[in-house]
Antibody, heavy 125, light 107 residues
Framework: EVQLLQSGGGLVQPGGSLRLSCAAS????????MDWVRQAPGKGLEWVGR??????????DHAASVQGRFSVSRDDSKNSLYLQMSGLKSEDTALYYC????????????????WGQGTLVIVSS | DIQMTQSPSSLSASVGDRVTITCRAS??????LNWYQQKPGRAPKLLIF???RLQNGVPSRFSGGRSGTEFTLTIASLQLEDFATYHC?????????FGQGTKLEIK
């Protein structure tokens, strides 16, 4: 069964750091782009960032709201995706999801076909 | 940045109703539009990708359409399990973005 198991959330003070992990099972992340999406309490979804595959030099992209503070990375040998967060602000409080991305290189279409269970990050003093 | 505007933000309907949710892009995004369903306490689930292509296993009462920069998600005959929040997502730009969500409630 294809699954994403997340860990690493919690309560952190403003300005602090936290690393989220997303362990894949039932497939190898080598073959897939992997993304992070967050959802603030009672709000919609916000795309956070992406890690492309080795074929694309493990290039990452980040939303403007987290650029320079958050960093997406992966370890294919551990079949895991990570989100390193620093300079955390109260507005970063959210449920964070990792997602497997299907990328059709011929058409350019992307979609998120598998999601983790979510991990809650609370930024508060 | 591409802005995605969903309407309505909430909607009350009854079982058996035909319902349409709209998502408008701030610029041309071709067919780079996905729809997700999210139930309380659960992760989103992919329903439709590339504007109109149904994900495997999704009931055929769901359909997606496009007219210019306006996209629609239609549920032909609402079932009890369809009451949820629906999100659109554009993937035309490198920096993806979502609409603010539409909450579909039981009337």
């Amino acid at each position: 069964e294809v699954q994403l198991l997340q860990s690493g959330g919690g309560l952190v003070q403003p300005g602090g750091s936290l690393r989220l992990s997303c362990a894949a099972s039932g497939f190898t992340i080598n073959d897939y782009y992997m993304d992070w999406v967050r959802q603030a309490p009672g709000k919609g979804l916000e795309w956070v960032g992406r890690s492309k595959t080795k074929a694309y030099n493990y290039t990452t992209d980040h939303a403007a709201s987290v650029q320079g503070r958050f960093s997406v990375s992966r370890d294919d040998s551990k079949n895991s995706l990570y989100l390193q967060m620093s300079g955390l602000k109260s507005e970063d409080t959210a449920l964070y999801y990792c997602a497997r991305t299907y990328y059709d290189s011929w058409s350019g279409y992307y979609w998120f076909d598998t999601w983790g269970q979510g991990t809650l990050v609370i930024v508060s003093s | 940045d591409i802005q995605m505007t969903q309407s309505p933000s909430s909607l009350s309907a009854s079982v058996g109703d035909r319902v349409t949710i709209t998502c408008r892009a701030s610029q041309n995004i071709a067919n780079y539009l996905n729809w997700y369903q999210q139930k309380p306490g659960r992760a989103p689930k992919l329903l439709i990708f590339a504007a109109s292509r149904l994900q495997n296993g999704v009931p055929s009462r769901f359909s997606g359409g496009r007219s210019g920069t306006e996209f629609t998600l239609t549920i032909a005959s609402l079932q009890l399990e369809d009451f949820a929040t629906y999100h659109c997502q554009q993937t035309f730009s490198t920096l993806h973005s979502f609409g603010q969500g539409t909450k579909l409630e039981i009337k």
